[in-house]
């Protein structure tokens, strides 16, 4: 079993949609949740950082982290064309040198 | 802004090659990371470094190795290339352990 486990996708959704993307993790260690998006032949940018349970917003961007269910969320809302592209959910822990796990990515598209 | 350049962003290799991937980035920052991208197995850490000089392995460090010899540069080295190190290899920097990870673009590596 994986140490993150990120919805497969692929999401399709129309222009002005909201997107929700999960993750669910098996470390109860982890405290740092990031959620990066990588635009196709680019490197991954980071998009939302947080630290323990509790949610975070960030314009059209919310992130929620649920410790107790292992579970961390991403929400765009009114998505955009511009939105399109691979979300990599990743999470750190000090018991492990705070490296970071990833998710597999959720490759998104938004219709316009 | 953070720049992190990666010396080719497409390389094509022969079995049995050694193949040397550069990374530079150009923010001072201690830590710096060399992964591997491959679908639906999101982002592996090969190889890390938090400081000159020093190396500690990743995830997955067989059949690579790493040469840190300048803080702005970190090389990944294959020392013989095999077809299933086919792949796009992604180096990262960042200041501190739970610090943001800033991302070159990538080299898409095939060995045939």
């Known amino acids: 079993q994986k140490e993150v486990e990120q919805d497969p996708g692929p999401l399709s959704v129309p222009e002005g949609a909201i997107v929700s993307l999960n993750c669910t993790y098996s470390?109860?260690?982890?405290?740092?949740f990031m959620w990066y998006r990588q635009y196709s032949r680019k490197g991954p940018e980071l998009l939302m950082y947080t630290y323990s349970s509790g949610n975070k917003e960030d314009g059209r961007f919310t992130a929620q982290v649920d410790k107790s269910s292992k579970y961390i969320s991403l929400f765009i809302r009114d998505s955009q064309p511009s939105d399109s592209a691979t979300y990599l959910c990743a999470m750190s822990a000090p018991s492990n040198d705070y490296k970071l796990s990833f998710g597999a990515g959720t490759t998104v598209t938004v219709r316009a | 802004d953070v720049k992190v350049t990666q010396s080719s962003r497409y390389l094509v290799k022969r079995t049995g090659e050694k193949v040397f991937l550069e990374c530079v980035q150009d923010m001072d920052h201690e830590n710096m990371f060399w992964y591997r991208q491959d679908p639906g197995l999101g982002l592996r850490l090969i190889y890390f470094s938090y400081d000159v000089k020093m190396k500690e392995k990743g995830d997955i460090p067989e059949g690579y190795s790493v040469s840190r010899e300048k803080k702005e540069r970190f090389s990944l080295i294959l020392e013989s290339a095999s077809t299933n190190q086919t792949s796009m290899y992604l180096c990262?920097?960042?200041?501190?352990?739970?610090?943001?990870?800033?991302f070159g673009p990538g080299t898409r590596l095939t060995v045939l």
């Open positions: 470390n109860s260690a982890f405290q740092y």
């Open positions: 990262a920097s960042g200041e501190g352990a739970t610090d943001e990870q800033f």
